[in-house]
């Protein structure tokens, strides 16, 4: 397939040498074991076995190269048991197709994910329009097995493949104004479905938006794959945020532009009904969603005789990462 | 088709062929949902597509049991009636099973949850009353007791008007995106419901 590269982009100049040395250092601040996060060791990628009916994604090419070099970081992966492949990829909740647990899978299929190209604006010294292919270059893509908590009180245990937010950020220089960084998911009717219905609640484009300390956080990742391949469109191909301390509402699939903004961006979720959805969203036992509890959940695959209810955890259990971002505030006021 | 149905009804054969049809019929949904989970292909989260599944079938029979009425008056569906007792009764039946399965898979009946949810969660709260509620209908619906009630039958069973719209807040309480489909069965409701107001005061 040919795939045609914005002409007056080189890849030198998206990843200048200081940059390039700035990030290779942020990498060697994890292996070091930066206080925070444990032993930050990366093994080679587990190969999954999956069965001959599951539909896989290898992704195109320039991205597979990517995904066979990427290696595990142990220090910043759980080691509980999977949620099998075949529910990550069919159980999810993306309304720009439809709002049944299913229709992403049904619906998805056709979404256009390469080229793909993302605008980086706003308070940023290095603004632009950039292919996701020249955003990649000279990027280690490493795997983290995080825990996904949804606001509905179900969570997963998925092994995603990406690489930190903080290091894109850092690339594109934010300025020293930039307190927020706010993300669109691609508006596209045609394709999306969802979008085209009269009786939803959401305006899209669907909006997300992280505090600065938050997106440069280490655990704050840009997935671009799912089990060793590329991302499928279901699960918000092909660039997609995941924060695993956050409801999973906060993780933004489908990413056509990162704006970096003084002011604190408006959210979908919390547009729609903000007496139950805040900008936080921080997983939180003790805030109860107005109509429904959050102090248990229910790890998927949940058996029907001994459905596996576990206590939902402070920060969805990354407490002892991220609680540090929070201290002063009233949880209570801030959900 | 009115008349052949009026016809049909003239035989026991013919009687007992329809209430066998609707009462065997009646049991597909729950059929089907069972053979699905044997057959794991609920997907992730069975628990919540089983609760959903049967919640829903007992508004629709609560929904069609309102319709008798509107469908002897309007379409000439006089035979129907014999059968609205059966149509309400599995209005309790799906109701029943769906708490069940909420205390069973959802809840494993860990006594703190349920406590929880029936103390603390509004929607569950309204869905529960209206359960509670549906039972007394459930249980004198039979001709013994509609006897013995005598005109206090009929004001009783008159809360299935307030229990359906318990049953449609509950339902709409639960949406977190997209009203159509609870906007649907807010239309039939209001027409079930506009209907019977309409005969009153025409």
């Not at chain 1, 704006?259 to 919390?270: D, K, R, Y």
Request: hydrophobic letters at 45%.
């Amino acid at each position: 397939m040919l795939i045609r590269k914005a002409p007056d982009i080189r890849p030198s100049e998206i990843t200048p040498e200081s940059i390039y040395r700035q990030r290779r250092q942020f990498i060697k601040g994890l292996a070091a074991g930066s206080a925070l996060l444990m032993s930050g060791q990366a093994s080679a990628l587990a190969r999954y076995e999956l069965d001959d009916e599951q539909v896989r994604y290898p992704g195109p090419d320039w991205l597979q190269q990517k995904l066979r070099a990427a290696t595990r970081a142990d220090g910043l992966s759980t080691d509980e048991k999977l949620t099998p492949y075949e529910h990550v990829t069919g159980y999810n909740n993306f309304y720009e197709f439809g709002l049944g647990k299913d229709d992403p899978r049904a619906r998805a299929q056709n979404l256009k994910t390469d080229p793909w190209s993302v605008e980086i604006s706003g308070e940023v010294h290095k603004p632009g329009t950039y292919q996701l292919e020249d955003i990649l270059k000279g990027v280690d893509l490493e795997e983290r097995i995080y825990r996904l908590r949804c606001v509905e009180a179900w969570s997963m245990v998925i092994p995603w493949v990406g690489f930190p937010l903080a290091e894109l950020l850092k690339r594109f220089e934010p300025k020293g104004n930039a307190r927020y960084v706010a993300f669109t998911t691609l508006h596209d009717p045609e394709q999306m479905p969802g979008q085209r219905s009269r009786f939803g609640t959401i305006d899209w484009p669907y909006v997300e938006g992280l505090r600065m300390d938050e997106a440069m956080h280490p655990l704050t990742l840009l997935a671009v794959g799912v089990y060793g391949d590329a991302l499928p469109p279901q699960n918000g191909a092909p660039l997609r945020l995941v924060v695993p301390w956050k409801y999973g509402f906060k993780s933004i699939k489908s990413i056509v532009r990162i704006h970096l903004t003084e002011q604190m961006p408006p959210t979908s979720w919390n547009r729609t009904a903000p007496q139950e959805y805040g900008f936080y969203a921080n997983v939180n036992p003790a805030v109860d969603h107005p109509r429904w509890s959050q102090s248990t959940e229910r790890r998927l695959p949940s058996s029907l005789f001994s459905p596996n209810i576990i206590d939902t955890q402070p920060f969805n259990g990354y407490g002892e990462q991220v609680a540090q971002l929070y201290s002063g505030m009233d949880l209570r006021k801030w959900y | 088709m009115v008349l052949s149905m009026t016809a049909l009804h003239r035989s026991t054969a013919g009687r007992w062929l329809v209430w066998s049809c609707l009462f065997f019929g009646s049991l597909i949904p729950l059929g089907w949902i069972t053979w699905e989970a044997v057959q794991q292909r609920l997907g992730a989260d069975p628990a919540q597509v089983i609760v959903t599944f049967l919640g829903i079938w007992a508004l629709r029979y609560l929904w069609i049991t309102l319709s008798v009425t509107p469908a002897r008056r309007l379409l000439g569906f006089g035979w129907l009636q014999r059968y609205r007792r059966m149509l309400g009764l599995y209005a309790l039946f799906y109701a029943s099973l769906h708490l069940l399965a909420v205390a069973t898979f959802i809840l494993g009946w860990r006594p703190d949850l349920l406590l929880r949810e029936l103390t603390e969660r509004p929607y569950i709260i309204v869905g529960f009353t209206a359960w509670l509620l549906l039972i007394p209908l459930g249980i004198t619906s039979t001709r013994g007791w509609q006897r013995r009630l005598g005109k206090r039958w009929k004001t009783l069973h008159w809360l299935v008007y307030p229990i359906s719209l318990l049953v449609l807040l509950h339902f709409a309480w639960l949406i977190r995106a997209g009203y159509l489909e609870v906007l649907i069965y807010a239309l039939v409701l209001a027409f079930l419901l506009g209907y019977r107001l309409y005969l009153k005061w025409r």
